[in-house]
């Protein structure tokens, strides 16, 4: 070996010197040591799952708020239709009780022309049966007297009256 320029002693105590740091590293150093990668994994698995957890909790989360929104706008939907169908009721409500208003002025007007027209009409029978009077007083000279007279006025009106 020593041809090959390997000290023979020298390569023991490096084989002895190695194997007594090997079992006093395995002894005290390799324990500790692996214990603290054993939790460092345990914690590294522990985070992950604890991330896993969280995502699917905040998908279920999402989910949720997403069926609460879906919820929310059909009910606002449903709401907006309701209030639709009230105004067009109440407009249909409006425009009946305008059209009765109006047909209610309109009755009103007819009969308060008719009022008027039987009012001028009577008014006109009793400016004729006075002319008439009068006329037939003047003719007369006073012959005939005046509720026989008013009478065949009266009568006579009656005949040509659109009654």
Do not use: C, Y
Request: hydrophobic residues 50%; without cysteine; aromatic residues 4%.
């Amino acid at each position: 070996m020593a041809q090959l320029g390997i000290n023979g002693p020298f390569l023991l105590a490096q084989i002895v010197n190695f194997i007594i740091l090997f079992l006093l590293l395995r002894r005290f150093l390799f324990p500790p040591l692996l214990r603290m990668l054993d939790q460092r994994k345990q914690r590294i698995a522990e985070g992950l799952a604890a991330a896993e957890i969280a995502r699917k909790e905040a998908e279920a989360e999402r989910a949720r708020l997403m069926a609460q929104i879906e919820a929310e706008r059909k009910e606002a939907q449903a709401r907006i239709a309701a209030a639709s169908a009230e105004a067009e009721r109440v407009k249909a409500e409006i425009v009946a009780q305008a059209q009765r208003e109006a047909e209610a002025i309109k009755a009103k007007a007819i009969a308060e022309a008719e009022a008027e027209r039987q009012r001028i009409l009577a008014e006109a029978h009793k400016q004729i049966a006075e002319l008439t009077v009068l006329a037939t007083e003047r003719v007369v000279r006073r012959g005939l007297d005046e509720t026989l007279q008013r009478r065949l006025i009266e009568d006579f009106l009656s005949e040509f009256s659109p009654n």
